[in-house]
């Protein structure tokens, strides 16, 4: 059927269609022969494993005790244990992505600074931690880094030994405080592995700027902060939102991996609730549903951020 004939059939069909608001979204529709092929392949797939999951593996799909199980009521005023890790998840993100966000953008300032003390220590560390798998990364932090940083900082009794009750902001801020150091090692881990590729960002985008807007910058008179901050960072951020969407999504599932030093994000109380109950296709399944709300989210958050940095360059 032609777009006409689709335009025209639903101009009959719908009342109030007349107006336009609906016909441009289906002209956008153009499906060719590669199109159509993928989608038949697609659909032949999620009926072979259809098929195969109900006759071949035998398993009995059991989603209305999975949805019961992970709305259970927890503690009295507590949120259910595996909304509970949810937000655990969405709060160790947040705070990975601050301050992997504010390291990052220090460390790639000091990459192209023309200060050998920056320069080279920000260099060394951008390889040293991009050449290490993340679980390795996280086991060598917490295990030999984490447990003597605390008190070296002296947050121990803050963070490990804290007594006293918490108001409803902490709470919500951090969680509940017998769990601040698990937390407070759990962004450390997140935020420093993100830093590293967060910082390479950076520098890409500002050595993408072309060297006449930097000329330019200097022929105004500005001065060195000026001259960043009102000509060359909104052109860089423009081209370095799409990267940062990226890696800020690939921190949230790599936060995945903090669940081997016991911090209850959802990975770690999926695990838990699938052991315990034996319904693991669906637990995981419901797990992996959390984490693409999450990215879809934070995707279409940047989408529009994006849109924004663009119009700002175009006036």
């Known amino acids: ?13 719908t009342p109030g269609s007349n107006s336009p608001a609906l016909l441009p979204f289906y002209s956008r529709i153009k499906l060719n022969k590669l199109d159509w092929i993928l989608l038949a392949t697609i659909s032949v797939f999620i009926g072979w494993i259809y098929v195969q999951s109900s006759a071949g593996i035998h398993y009995q799909w059991r989603w209305h005790k999975a949805i019961e199980l992970i ?6 005023g507590e949120l259910p244990y595996f909304f509970q890790g949810f937000v655990t998840t969405i709060r160790l993100s947040l705070w990975g992505m601050i301050f992997a966000g504010l390291l990052g953008l220090f460390l790639g300032l000091a990459r192209r600074s023309s200060l050998m003390i920056l320069r080279l220590p920000a260099q060394a560390y951008i390889q040293l931690v991009r050449n290490i798998p993340p679980l390795v990364f996280v086991f060598i932090f ?3 880094i984490s447990s003597q940083l605390v008190p070296a900082i002296g947050l ?29 090692s759990g962004v450390l881990c997140v935020g420093l592995i993100s830093a590293a590729y967060i910082a ?20 105004l008179g500005l001065s060195r902060w000026s001259r960043f901050k009102d000509v060359i960072f909104p052109q860089a951020f423009a081209g370095v939102v799409p990267p940062l969407a990226g890696q800020f ?26 052991n315990s109950s034996g319904l693991i296709f669906e637990i995981w399944l419901l797990v992996g549903a959390g984490y693409l709300v999450l990215c879809l989210g934070l995707s279409l958050l940047f989408s529009r951020l ?7 360059l175009a006036r």
């Not at 059927?1 to 069909?13: E, G, P, R, T």
């Not at 902001?169 to 407070?184: A, I, V």
């Not at 960002?201 to 022929?219: F, M, N, P, T, V």
């Open 249 to 274: 999504i690939s921190l949230v599932k790599d936060s995945s991996i903090i669940s081997l030093i016991s911090i209850q994000e959802m990975t770690f109380v999926g695990s838990e609730m699938a």
């Open 142 to 144: 917490y295990f030999f």
């Open 1 to 13: 059927m032609s777009q006409s004939n689709i335009k025209n059939a639903l101009k009959k069909s």
């Open 156 to 184: 121990a009794d803050t963070l490990r030994y804290h007594t006293g009750d918490i108001n409803g902001l902490q709470h919500f801020l951090f969680g509940s405080s017998k769990l601040w150091e698990n937390l407070f």
């Open 200 to 219: 390479e960002i950076i520098r890409s985008g500002l050595d993408a700027i072309a060297k006449g807007q930097w000329e330019a910058a200097d022929s």
């Open 71 to 76: 709305f259970s009521a927890g503690k009295p």
């Open 306 to 312: 994006e849109k924004r940095s663009q119009r700002h």
